[in-house]
């Protein structure tokens, strides 16, 4: 058994919802065992004892939107790029995370499906874990491509995805673009999470496509049509619903008093903050590419040749610093959003998401400013500065 001390714990509260709690010792081996008062833990029952010194004791952070880092990507024929992907997450805290594809030529993206398929059956726990894929595009707008060729966006086909509903765990559509009326009902009962994202859905039809089973908003603010006062969209839909939100938090992407606008609007609730990162992230300033575009890389903006914002160099515990200076929140509740909120929505939360008893030994240990001490993933140690 390892045991560790001396942190503040986030814990869920008796509602569910994370507080900080202090003067207890996580005792765990690959699974979480036990959550003792340390006046009650004796040093001796430890194989090995962490001291946290006065460091927070979190679940490990979720990323449900990642097209890679540290050189990696996911849509790289090289079956390393996934591993690479996972050590680099572990770095910053990650504990899970889903490899995001492109809009590319849809060849590709069944490989690149097939490869996440195996990462996810051949894991070793030298990283963060593969949860599935988040698959973004081809089934998007035209008109709201962003970074994303337009030259393999596809209508909306069930029949082209079956054949990997085990893997995909999210999958991003237009839905205006919809032709099978029963596309978003079919995703959902196949346990896939349907995503609007990449479109020019006005209110309405966001909104009937939120009652049909989509619950789920793709980089919120971005790829969709501005919030207008008599032409709300897809951003009014998602502030007006109980849709779980993503939002890249760089200050790039959004500005920080939008992200405190939004944090209230959804009253501090249906957020997961994400990376959106791609191969960059990690490796400074230069060119790099995306999707076989190339893209450029100064300080924390990327973008394609024609100036258009082309994902992000973002680490996740730098994101959820930036959501905590820019909302106000206090530390639980921002971790709540990495956590909890995506863990629930993907169907494993009774796995993982929160430090509870019976669940994975997926551990961040990490300072106020959210610098990483140390990431645990299935109680083994993956990252020690």
């Given at each position: 058994m390892k045991a560790i001390r001396n942190g503040v714990l986030i814990i869920p509260d008796e509602d569910g919802h994370f507080k900080a709690q202090t003067d207890d010792v996580l005792c765990y081996d690959e699974q979480i065992m036990q959550i003792i008062p340390a006046a009650e833990f004796s040093p001796s029952d430890a194989d090995e004892l962490i001291d946290a010194a006065?460091?927070?004791?979190?679940?490990?952070?979720?990323?449900?939107?990642?097209?890679?880092?540290?050189?990696?990507?996911?849509?790289?024929?090289?079956?390393?790029?996934?591993?690479?992907?996972?050590?680099?997450?572990?770095?910053?805290?990650?504990t899970s995370f889903l490899p995001t594809t492109m809009t590319c030529a849809f060849d590709s993206v069944e490989r690149a499906l097939v490869r996440i398929r195996a990462a996810m059956a051949e894991?070793?726990?030298?990283?963060?874990?593969?949860?599935?894929?988040?698959?973004?595009?081809?089934?998007?707008?035209?008109?709201?491509?962003?970074a994303q060729d337009e030259h393999y966006i596809l209508p909306a086909a069930f029949e082209k995805i079956e054949p990997y509903a085990d893997v995909i765990k999210i999958i991003t559509i237009a839905p205006e673009t919809l032709t099978e009326k029963d596309f978003i009902e079919n995703c959902r009962a196949h346990g896939i999470v349907v995503s609007i994202g990449h479109t020019s859905a006005d209110y309405e039809t966001a909104r009937a496509a939120i009652a049909a089973g989509a619950t789920h908003v793709t980089h919120l603010c971005n790829a969709m049509t501005p919030l207008n006062h008599r032409h709300p969209g897809l951003l009014g839909a998602g502030l007006d619903?109980?849709?779980?939100?993503?939002?890249?938090?760089?200050?790039?992407?959004?500005?920080?008093?939008?992200?405190?606008?939004i944090y209230h609007a959804k009253r501090g609730r249906n957020l997961i903050p994400i990376t959106d990162s791609l191969r960059a992230c990690g490796l400074g300033e230069g060119v790099s590419e995306l999707g076989g575009q190339r893209v450029y890389v100064k300080g924390t903006l990327?973008?394609?040749?024609?100036?258009?914002?082309?994902?992000?160099?973002?680490c996740m515990n730098d994101g959820l610093?930036?959501?905590?200076?820019?909302?106000?929140a206090e530390i639980p509740a921002v971790v709540e959003m990495a956590t909890r909120t995506p863990a629930e929505e993907l169907g494993v939360y009774d796995d993982l998401g929160s430090l509870s008893v019976g669940k994975y030994a997926d551990i961040a240990i990490f300072d106020e400013e959210f610098r990483i001490r140390r990431t645990i993933v299935g109680g083994r140690d993956c990252f020690v500065p």
């Open positions: 006065g460091a927070y004791v979190a679940p490990g952070f979720l990323n449900v939107h990642i097209h890679g880092c540290d050189g990696a990507d996911t849509m790289d024929e090289d079956a390393g790029a996934l591993a690479r992907i996972a050590a680099f997450q572990a770095r910053t805290g990650v894991q070793g726990l030298r990283g963060a874990r593969i949860l599935g894929a988040h698959m973004e595009g081809p089934f998007i707008s035209p008109a709201k491509k962003g619903t109980e849709a779980n939100c993503e939002l890249i938090v760089d200050n790039v992407h959004v500005h920080p008093a939008m992200q405190r606008i990327a973008t394609l040749a024609d100036g258009t914002i082309a994902g992000s160099v973002l610093r930036i959501l905590r200076a820019n909302t106000g």
